[in-house]
């Protein structure tokens, strides 16, 4: 309605090169840019060129090759350890992407399982993980995972958990909502009448009907959960040092920032923000795609 | 209405009631939590004598309840780093936390509206692409690296900014900028949608066919009610922002709460942390409960509903 209100309005215009890029069909860059951060956390220890943990104390603070004073040993220069940038940006990409990975179906499995069995089941039991949820997204995501890291302690396994518990909130709420609609279509139906156990009905009727829901909720996530990562570490409760972790490089990088040593807190943030970009593109592509009643959302 | 108010109260008491479980389970489920209530290096007859004062050996139904008792009494706790009560910490930063939040809240709406009201006035065209972008890039980079830049930029390269600590308002200006980043997008999306579903009403229609130019059309008509759904996202965003900053308030040290719950995490001091979250959560339960409340009062229709 609105945009045909507007064509009566205005002249039309052609859509801008940003649009139809947008807009486009397939988001062929972002996806390209996440599959080649794939192929360097799977391929960490054959593209590195230093180790990433072990630097050399004669070679710290090289600027990056480009700049004077930097030589192409250290083709992104060195850390305050004589680490080389290049090699943990690399190992880093790897922490980014099994924690974000991890996360993310962890937490999926628990939301949409929670969700499925409240929307489907009703009664007392939805009551109770609908209360529960509603509590947990009451708390900010950050302050309730600072908290359960605080707990916890740092290791990246703990952060996998702590994520996962932070945000199976999201999926429960919108994976509920599809299975109340759900439950009342006639295949649904059918199978109470055919004599189905609830949890056959749920697990094979349900379930195959929300998981596009649940993709697209996991690549939207993808972003968030990758972000929420590398605060975690740069506030030193996430990832333990000496992991090259991009958050943890760029709480390094915060300590020397005023000296003028852009590439250590510059070059890690450009990582995490290429990575969440692309991440974010291809959800709402998917999004379009597989599930157009969440065009709404 | 009084019931509908009744009903909303009994929520918010419950969602205060299972956030105070979460957080008393999360913390005896994850370990003992005397190792969390004593100071580091703690000898083994310190650890005994924590059990006993606090009673982590009773049953955890009584633990819970003297918990909540203590909780009931404003009582978060003594911090080990400061010797001061919790609360006293918490209530002295909250100031500067709001001060921030509010220059922080003014700066997203100021960039959040318009660029959504030029979006959806040219919906396809090159606003709204680059309001996209803008929108894209705002959920997409983390704040603290934004306020890293900043510093890069306007403290070390131009020197005109002051990169940390507070006091004027030079030391507002970046915190805020990066603090607000996020929540303009999120303001822009919400404007642009909120508008491109007024202009599509009846009533504008009307003022078009009545011949009213564009300009008062939009400035008129449909500002005025596409700015309510926005407004009440912010109301909420505010609390939201007053907790999220922890990650701003240490990259610019500034003295607010978020910079409390990062020294807590830093010096171990546990009852900061746990003061802070609970406090975190109860803010969001009870503005929720009075933005609820407050939409019943405006609009009828969503107290008859239930």
Known sequence: MAIQTEVIALPPRAPSRLASFRLGDFPLIPALILVIVALVAIFANLLAPHNPEIGSLTARFRPPVWQTGGSTKYLLGTDQLGRDVLSRLIFGARVSMVVGFTAVIFAGAVGTTLGIISGYLGGWVDQVIMRLTDTWLALPALTFA???????????????????????????????GEVLSLKEREFVRLAIVAGCSKWTIMWRHILPNIINSAIVLGTLMLGVVIITEATLSFLGIGVPPPEAAWGLMLSDGKQSLMVGRWWLSVLPGCCIMLMVLSANLLGDWLRVKLDPQLRQL | MKQYVIRRVGYCLLSLFLLSVTIFFFVRVTGDPATLLVEPGASEADIAAIHQQFGLDRPLLVQYGIFMASLAHGDLGQSFYYRTPVMELYLSRLPNSL???????TLSLLIGIPSGILASVRVGGFWDSAGKTFTLLGLSLPSFWVGLVLILVFSVYLGWLPSSGAGTPLHLI???????????????????SSMLEVLGSEYVKLARLKGLPQSLVIAKHAFKNALIPVLTLAGINLVIMVNVAVVVEVVFAWPGIGRLLYEGITFRDFPVVQGVVLMAGAMIVVVNLLIDILYAVIDPRIRLES
Do not use: C, E, K, Q
């Open chain 2, 99 to 105: 001060y921030l939040a509010a220059v922080a809240m």
């Open chain 1, 146 to 176: 600072i908290f359960l890291a605080a707990i916890v302690g740092p290791s990246m396994w703990n952060i996998v958990i702590i994520l996962g518990l932070t945000y199976w909130t999201r999926y429960a709420r919108v994976i509920r």
């Open chain 2, 174 to 192: 970046m915190p805020a900028f990066a603090l607000g980043w996020y929540f303009a997008a999120a303001h822009m999306r919400l404007t642009r």
